[in-house]
Each structure stands twice: as structure tokens, then as C-alpha cells.
């Protein structure tokens, strides 16, 4: 199941530019008082009789309620309370912190009950668009003072109905509505609004990633991920940075739901925008997870690991002395086991180790002895060479370490009846990429498609990399 983990409850209180639109006689909070210096002046609102006497009886009973000392104390308890939540730092602090946090604010709502109570009723009157107004301005004011999710949301919604927010607050209203109802866990609710949010530009405040959130919520992984891949590509366009977290949720849900085409894309888009070796290591963990790849794409995987300086733990550097000593490719064997001890995740006195050490150096006595590579770079080069054997030509030229050898026999085979060109072009792109040809290689990558391109599009993004020079 998809879920989500980042909607922090206290955390959400609106004392922002919500004061623009703060109705006649209601008092802001500090925050909000600060931006109602700002603002312009509140709108003058033409009630109907009935509304008007029952809003009025609120806002004086409202400014009372605000005043008496042992509402002040409950609210300064709950601030206390929510200052201890926000410094908690383990899961068994936050929960007992939320716990003591929800107590405060329920017991802080329990002595306004006679007011939300009184909101109700003139609620129920409700005549004209100008008493929705100035019911959402009471409620709204009410929910900051308890800083409470629902009667917020009941305000801004009431607001908005109204058709009087000021048009350049209509989208940040509809976001703040989209992560109360959210938070509430209506999903359509809070999807409708973030649609309506970001459709209108919203982008602060990870907005897009609230709304794709309403689709993981759900189980819905392609429409919360579309959400997602739909949103960067307008950042891109609109100049804006991307959003990291939105980038790590989308790679998440695709390895959960094992989709590797958006694994690629996720993992590409994260690298580009925060190229650092944990990120590295998530993207080709779910790669090797969400493209149940054979050992040929899984080599290929591994070689971009050691270039990037990624390998998580041990497992991942054994899984390349498996595959290598499988595949036949000694000197990628003793190279890997090098960096393994370097790093501290392997041991050469392993068991596995030194019988993966012993294969190799017996490997390249083989094939120094029958000369390999001079057997090849003379058959590969025929008129009648199969493209099985030129293929095998790049491949050994490739793991012994001489890339430009390689590159030549893979494009000698590239267009030959029946090769795999998204292996070629693969392994083209990496021989490029190890004499230094980044932007050839970036280029070449990109021709690769089917099953091997996200492979191909995470390298791509490390030869362009090293193209601007990192």
C-alpha cells in the first residue's frame, strides 16, 4: 500500500497572506496582524438582516471568548504542547507528543464549543455571497485561534463560495483547503482543490506533491505519479528548481509498484537535480528491484554503480563478482574487489572473496595465454564475422579496459541483422563514456529503447554530467 508521511498537523496553521481577506470586526492573530499591516482594507460587506444579527452575536461572543483567561491558558498550552511535538525527534517522542498535542487543542475546542455552536447557527442563515464571506472570515479566525485543521477548511471553503477572495489568493485558499481535507483523509475533496491550486500556479509549499499524494492515498500509483512527472516537466519550463522530495516520493512509489520506466524517470530527474551518492544508490537499487533484469542489464547496472562511486554494501559488490565471474570478466572482478575493500564491505580473506580472486587470476591467464583480445580484434574484423562475435569483441575490449577497441567492434555490430541494439548502444555509450566522450556518449544512450533504457537514461544523466564537467 502507498503512503504518505509528510503532513505534520501543527505545522499547517495559515497566518500568511491570509489577512487580506480577514472580514469586518474580527481581530488577526500576531502573525496575521503582521500581514494585515500589508493588506488592503476589508471589504465592505452588504449582509442580509437575519445573518447580520446572528454574525454579530457571534463576533461579540467570539471577542469575549478570546479574552477569558482560562481560554488563553488552554490555547498556551497547546502552543507549548506543539513546540514540544515540533522538537521531538524520534518516532516514539513524536507520537507521545501528538498524543499530548491533540489533547490540548480537543480540551481548547471544548471551551469554544458554544461558539463554533453559535457559527453553526448563523450559518444556517445564510443569504447572499457576502454573508458566506463574513461566515468563512469568523470561522477562519476561529480555527487559527486553535489552530485547528477543520474549522480553517470550513472558513477558506465558506470564503471561496463566496466568489469574494481576492483573485490572486483564490489558488493559495484552494491549497490550503486541498491539505486540510487531505489531512481529514477526503481525498476527492482535497484533490479537487490541489487541481484547482496548481492549475492556477500554485507551486509553493510542495503543492503538486500534496496532490499527487490524494492518488497514493489511495493505491493509485500511475495517477499520483503522472501528478508528479507532469509538475517537474512544468518547473523545467517555468525555470523553477525541481522539487527534491517530489522527485524521492515518485522514485519510491515506482520501485513499490515496480514500475522501471518511471524509476528511470524519477531516478534521472533526481540525480540531475542532487547528484549525491545516496540518491545515486536508491535509483539503482530500484532499478536492479523494479526491472527484474537478467545478468546481461544487471552487469550493465553495476558498471554505472562503480563509476558513480555507488555501491551501498557488500551485497551490491558481491552481486558484481557473481555476475562477472559468471559473465567471464576477471579484470572487472578484481577491480570491484578492490573497491570493495577500499571501502571497507568486503575482505579478500572472505571465503567468496578469494575464490572470486583465484577464477579471476586464473581467467586472465587463460585468456592472456589463447590472446583473447587478438583473437578477436582478427575475427570480429572479417567480412564473415557473425554478430555474436563482434558483439563479444566490444564486450572483452570493454572489460579489459581498452573502451576505444570496444566502441569500434560496437558500431562494426550496431546495424548487423539480429544484434541487440539496446545492448550495443548500451555498452557503446559506456566505452564512449570511458574515453572521456561524454557528450558522444549522452547521444548514443539516448538511442536505446525497450526494456534497457531506463538503464540507458540513468547513464545518460552521469555522462552529462561529466560533460558540464562534474
Known sequence: MIRASFLSRPALGIALALATVAGAGLVATPALAAEKQKAPAPLKL???????AASNAVLTQWQATKKRPDVLAKQAEMKAAEQT??????????????????????????????????????IAKIANNDDKYQAGSIGLDMGLFANSQS??????????????????????????????????????AARTALAAATAAGYHDGEADRYHAETY???????????????ANELAKTQGRPASIPALQRGLKVANDVMDVNNVGYFGSELIKAQPNTENWGDTLAALRRAGRYDKYVLLDIARLADRTGSYANGSDYMEMLQIGTNLGLPREVLKTIDAGVAAGKLTKTDISVADAINQANARIKTDTAQNLLGGYDRDARLPTAK???????????????????????????ADKPGVDQGLVYTRMGIAQYDQG???????????????????AQVWAVQAGIKAKGG
Open 151 to 188: 474549522l480553517q477548511r470550513k472558513g477558506l471553503e465558506l470564503e471561496l463560495q463566496s466568489g469574494l477572495v481576492p483573485a490572486d489568493k483564490v489558488a493559495l485558499f484552494n491549497y490550503y483547503v486541498g491539505k486540510f481535507a487531505y489531512g481529514a483523509k477526503d481525498y476527492a
Open 46 to 52: 452588504k449582509l442580509s438582516k437575519e445573518f447580520q
Open 85 to 122: 511535538l515540533v522538537a521531538a525527534t524520534t518516532r516514539r517522542a513524536q507520537a507521545d507528543a501528538q498524543k499530548v498535542y491533540d489533547a490540548k487543542q480537543a480540551e481548547l475546542l471544548a471551551l469554544m464549543q458554544a461558539d463554533t455552536a453559535a457559527l453553526d447557527g448563523a
Open 216 to 230: 497514493f492515498a489511495q493505491n493509485d500509483g500511475p495517477g499520483g505519479m503522472k501528478v508528479l512527472r507532469d
Open 437 to 455: 566522450k561524454y557528450a558522444d556518449a549522452v547521444a548514443t544512450f539516448g538511442k536505446v529503447t525497450g526494456l534497457r533504457a531506463p538503464v
Open 387 to 413: 554478430p555474436a562475435t563482434i558483439v563479444g569483441a566490444g564486450d572483452s575490449f570493454l572489460s579489459y579496459g581498452e573502451p576505444a577497441k570496444a566502441e569500434e567492434f560496437y558500431k562494426l555490430a
